[in-house]
């Protein structure tokens, strides 16, 4: 029996309870992926990271995540708490992740906690009435990414929070974002995110999806930094900022639990 140290954590929460749960996980070397997929199952987040020493010398990690029932190609909040971990663990102000198919990704110290690096996905036009049926309230407006990632606009967070998908039947559409957003109250917009397709119905804070919202917002905002709010049950916070083709997503961290998972 091997052990494997393993972290809980709250990314985008200054407390327990909020943000987004995510495992960070450290390995001496990659398993093979069925059992990276059953740790997965068997923690039950919507992410769990993966992290290995990186011997290419492109970064100082490289990094993994997997949902309950699927590896995925990037991942904000998963990242944000492997930042966290590695930087409260072994010190410094910036770690970087060499991942599969999103490049390599930072995680640095900031006033908010942590800055998370992510590349800025851009959006164009488009429709998609089945998703908008599913989704079961007319948004203003509909941008879509050919790489998994849809915004439903809507004129007003009050519209946003009372939608009820039906997530089953979005599932079926395939492996996608359904990303709904208004501009905010409290904050500057307000979103929700739904991925039944990747084994997350409703997700609690999305790192990836933000990285389609930055470029969106700071085009109709006119400006390169903003508030964000996700307002899933649990909630969170991100401060968002474009930087030329990255986007930083900011927000603190909170270890919930820190043990060993016995393989």
């Known amino acids: ?35 990276l997929l059953a740790i997965g199952a068997e923690n039950l987040f919507a992410e769990t990271a993966f992290v290995v020493r990186d011997a290419s010398g492109a970064a100082d990690w490289e990094l993994r995540w997997f949902t309950p029932t699927s590896e995925v ?23 970087t992740f060499r991942t599969r198919q999103a490049g390599v990704l930072e995680v640095r110290r900031s006033d908010a906690g942590y800055e ?29 990414n050919p790489d998994r990632y849809t915004l439903f606009v809507y004129p007003d967070e009050a519209a946003v929070r009372a939608l009820e998908p039906d997530v089953r039947a979005l599932a079926a559409l395939g492996n996608e974002q359904f990303i709904c957003t208004a501009p905010g109250t409290a904050s500057d917009v307000v979103s929700r995110v739904f991925v039944p397709g990747g084994g997350v119905d409703e997700d609690s804070v999305t790192g990836s999806a ?41 927000g603190p961290c909170v270890t919930v639990v820190e043990g060993v998972f016995y393989l």
């Open 1 to 35: 029996m091997s052990a494997i140290p393993y972290w809980h954590v709250d990314a985008f929460a200054d407390r327990p309870f909020g943000g987004n749960q995510a495992a960070v996980m450290v390995l001496d070397h990659w398993l093979p992926d069925d059992v």
């Open 73 to 95: 190609r990037l991942c904000g909040h998963a990242t944000l708490a492997s930042g966290h971990v590695l930087l409260m663990r072994d010190g410094g102000e910036r770690v």
């Open 116 to 144: 998370l690096a992510l590349p800025a996905i851009p959006t164009t036009p488009g429709a998609w009435p089945e998703a908008v049926r599913l989704l079961g309230a007319e948004p203003l407006e509909v941008w879509r």
């Open 210 to 250: 933000h990285a389609v919202l930055t470029p969106y917002w700071a085009a109709r905002l006119g400006r390169s930094a903003f508030s964000a709010h996700q307002a899933s049950e649990r909630g969170g916070d991100l401060a968002c900022r474009l930087d030329g083709e990255r986007v930083w997503l900011g």
